[in-house]
């Protein structure tokens, strides 16, 4: 059981070593922004590293969109994303799941997703696993409930696409945490992280506002639980810097047995 945390970019591996964490998740270019990643100093370094190196796609990124002039350029930042992953040898690339907009048909949203992968087939394929992460708010949300995940899963299954299971979302989103593994299985038959987060806000409240582990409104157990279960790595997105995070990277591995 891998455990970690998400850190700054500027340099990833001291951050893992100040926190003891075994895997960092980091952006490689600015989350609100639309540049594509520059070329890494430290790519060889990361590249060797025992620390499992996750990447996350900027926030911005939306291709389930209607808009084609986010839609379009999405496709295209994603792969260039994945590259830009593979090349400091990354074990995969996290997204958002997106959404459309108040009164357009859900399915184009979901077909959307499928035509994205195409794209990147088409473009040479991507070069390390895409995990879709499942959000908190929006009623036109790709991942936000489970009976839309499932309409995706139906539309990019044949493609192989990974799963990152939040904790915060998944409660902030109106999905109980209880059982929610299996749950998330029967829908994508994998789950490849697991972003390990309490929650600020209550159940359903759709806001995404994480929390350090025990302070907020998610019982640490049912967090714990679903890493046992799961069987994946983790990773704490939660605040408090260096003390906060090892602080909830101990938690874990306490409870968890690791």
Known sequence: MRI???????DPLAAAAERGAEAVQFFLADPQGWKAPV???????LRASDVDIYIHAPYVINVATLNNRIRIPSRKLLLTHARAAAEIGAR????HGGHVNAGDDLSVGFDNWRKTF???????????PVLIENTAGGDNAMAR???NLARLWEAIGEFGAGFCLDTCHAHAGGEELLDIVDRVKSITGR????????????FDSGRDRHDNLGNGKIDPDLVVAAIRASGAPAIVETPGGVEG???DIALLRERAGN
């Open 191 to 202: 789950i490849d992280l697991i972003h390990a987060n309490d929650s600020k806000d209550s």
């Open 118 to 128: 195409a794209y990147a087939a088409k473009e040479g394929g991507l070069p390390l």
């Open 245 to 247: 995070q090892s602080a």
């Open 145 to 147: 409930r489970f009976d």
């Open 92 to 95: 995969a690339l996290i997204v």
């Open 4 to 10: 970690g945390a998400h850190v700054d970019p500027a």
């Open 39 to 45: 070329a890494r100093a430290d790519a060889a370094e």
